[in-house]
């Protein structure tokens, strides 16, 4: 599976992914995962005219506030940004009378020097949601949105670039004093061939400047390295963080070269050094 996001409600956790509808599974133990239906069993008739034909809906992010589950999910073509993200909202992924409400399309990116896709969202110190999206073009952005998960006003910051702009699937999570900034760089999707890496950032603010190790700016081209490819598993990204009491747990996708380059899940342990930088344990 490609993309993963994660939750925990009562005694599982819940894993989407990309695919058709977008498939949820579930664990018990991060170990061992059942396949629990999808998201929707048709694509919401909203992309259709707005992106287009897609066979799968992309990246979903799966996040909590305000009393309801929050999915976010992107509609696009490879290597394009006629793109838009969406937005879908459940009471309870325990109970079964709840339904996933879609809610259509939050941003588009058409005609723009962005790209609609990859979305995850981050809720700042004062209980604000904000979304940050982002693949190739002008790189990462954050957008504000209201408590019910619409846009505040479409306002865009740009929170990371890079020269060649290979960034994309932008994750921020909040740890004592600063915000960290996750990202995928490189190549994505290519099997054994693939040259995605995991790297982080980090700033006071949630709005940036988020700098590296060494201070240089993701703005900039800058950021420290997470995880990169091993001998068997190659190109982890696409990544997430879950903190279960003290434990963190890095989610993401690989490729391993021992199995013709089949997609995978991953989940490795995750610390914090001295200094307040994660460091994984995969890849």
């Not at 394009?80 to 993200?85: D, E, P």
């Not at 979305?119 to 940050?132: A, K, N, Q």
């Not at 740890?175 to 999707?189: I, P, V």
């Amino acid at each position: 599976m490609h993309d993963p996001s994660i939750i925990r409600a009562g005694d599982l956790y819940y894993l989407f992914s990309t695919g058709p509808g977008i498939a949820i599974r579930t664990s018990a133990d991060l170990k061992h995962w059942d396949l629990a239906g999808s998201v929707f069993s048709a694509t919401p008739d909203w992309v259709a005219s707005a992106v287009g034909d897609v066979d799968a809906l992309w990246a979903p992010d799966i996040s909590y506030w305000g009393g309801l589950y929050h999915l976010y999910y992107a509609a696009s073509f490879f290597g394009t940004n006629r793109s838009c993200i969406g937005h879908a909202t459940r009471g309870s992924l325990e109970a079964p009378e709840h339904r996933w409400v879609d809610h259509g399309a939050v941003v588009c990116s058409e005609g723009t020097d962005h790209n609609a896709i990859d979305p995850s969202v981050v809720v700042d110190e004062r209980g604000t949601p904000w979304l940050v999206f982002g693949s190739f073009w002008s790189g990462l952005k954050l957008m504000q949105l209201t408590l019910a998960g619409a846009p505040v006003d479409g306002t865009l910051t740009s929170i990371a670039s890079r020269p060649s702009t290979a960034i994309e699937a932008p994750f921020v999570v909040r740890r004592g004093e600063h915000y960290y900034l996750f990202a995928s760089f490189d190549t994505c999707c290519a099997g054994s061939s693939s040259t995605y890496k995991i790297m982080v950032g980090r700033s006071q603010a949630l709005a940036g400047p988020y700098v590296d190790r060494l201070g240089n700016r993701l703005l900039d081209g800058g950021g420290s390295r997470v995880l990169s490819s091993s001998s068997r598993w190659r190109g982890p990204g696409s990544n997430g963080l879950i903190r279960d009491g003290e434990s963190w747990y890095h989610i993401y996708h690989s490729y391993d070269a021992d199995a013709d380059g089949m997609f995978a899940l991953r989940v490795a342990e995750l610390r914090w050094d001295i200094d307040g930088w994660p460091e994984s344990g995969g890849p």
